[in-house]
C-alpha cells in the first residue's frame, strides 16, 4: 500500500513539471474537457432528474404528519442534493464512465510503448498524458455537480407535483426558504477534490500497467473501485471540515 502510494506521489511530482510547450497542452485540454464535460452532461442529467423525483417521493412518504409543513419536503430535497447526492452520485457514476476510460487509454499506450517512445524523444510522458486530464476533471466535475443540482431540484419539482405528494407552491417555498449559500460552495469543494482523485487515480493506474491488454481491463476495474472508495472518503473528511 506504501509502495503504490509513494509511487502515486512521485507520479504526481513529474505530472506538476513546468510543461514543454503550453500550446500542446491547452489543445489536449481542451480535448479533455469537452470529453469529461460535455460528453458526460447527459448521463447526468438524465440521473440527477430521476435522483431528485424519487427523493421528493421518499422524503413525502417519511413526513405523513399534519404537524409537518409540506414546505419541509423542498427544504430537505434541496440540503440533501446540494450537500451530498448531487456531488457523491455524480463523482461515483463518472469514475465508473471517465475513470476506467483513463485508465484504459494510458495503460494501452504503456503495453503498446507509446509512452516509452515520448520519454526516448525527451517528452515529460505524465505531464503530457495526465495534467491535461487532471486539469480538465477539476474544471469540469464541479460545473457538472452545479447542473445536478439544478435538474435534480427541478426533478423533486416535477416528481412532487405530478404524483400529487406536493403542491408545487409548497415545493418552491420550501427551496427557497432557510437556503444557506455556504452549502453550494461545500458542494464544489467537494467536486474538486473528486474530479482530482478521479483523474489523478485512473492516470496512476493506468502509467503503471504491466502485461496485456488483460492486465489493463483489470487496471480499469481496480481504477473504479479505487476511485470510489477514495470518493466516499473524501466526502467523509471535507463534510467533517466544513459541517
Excluded at 470529453?35 to 447527459?42: K, R
Excluded at 507509446?114 to 486530464?133: F, S, T, V
Excluded at 464541479?142 to 412532487?160: C, E, K, N, Q
Excluded at 461545500?186 to 488483460?214: D, E, N, P
Aim: hydrophobic share 50%; proline share 3%.
Amino acid at each position: 500500500m506504501f509502495t503504490h502510494f509513494g509511487r502515486y506521489i512521485l507520479l504526481l511530482k513529474a505530472v506538476f513539471k513546468r510543461p514543454e510547450k503550453w500550446k500542446i497542452y491547452w489543445t489536449n485540454i481542451f480535448n479533455e474537457m469537452v470529453y469529461i464535460g460535455v460528453d458526460s452532461l447527459y448521463l447526468i442529467g438524465i440521473i440527477s432528474v430521476f435522483v431528485g423525483a424519487v427523493m421528493t417521493l421518499q422524503i413525502a412518504f417519511q413526513l405523513q404528519s399534519d404537524l409537518i409543513p409540506r414546505t419541509i419536503i423542498g427544504s430537505v430535497n434541496r440540503d440533501s442534493t446540494i450537500l451530498e447526492l448531487s456531488p457523491t452520485i455524480s463523482a461515483l457514476v463518472l469514475a465508473g464512465k471517465i475513470g476506467s476510460s483513463i485508465a484504459s487509454e494510458i495503460g494501452t499506450m504503456r503495453v503498446t510503448e507509446q509512452i516509452d517512445a515520448l520519454e526516448i524523444m525527451g517528452i515529460n510522458a505524465p505531464g503530457y498524458l495526465i495534467l491535461p486530464k487532471i486539469v480538465a476533471g477539476i474544471t469540469m466535475i464541479p460545473l457538472l455537480v452545479t447542473i445536478s443540482i439544478g435538474l435534480a431540484i427541478m426533478g423533486g419539482y416535477i416528481g412532487g407535483t405530478f404524483s400529487g405528494a406536493i403542491s408545487g407552491a409548497d415545493y418552491y417555498r420550501g427551496i427557497t426558504e432557510g437556503f444557506v449559500p455556504y452549502t453550494i460552495a461545500v458542494a464544489l469543494v467537494k467536486a474538486f477534490f473528486f474530479g482530482f482523485i478521479i483523474t489523478s487515480v485512473s492516470s496512476y493506474q493506468g502509467f503503471y500497467v504491466k502485461g496485456s491488454a488483460l492486465d489493463v481491463g483489470r487496471a480499469s476495474t481496480k481504477t473504479v473501485v479505487t476511485s470510489c472508495i477514495a470518493i466516499l472518503a473524501a466526502d467523509y473528511v471535507i463534510t467533517g471540515l466544513m459541517l
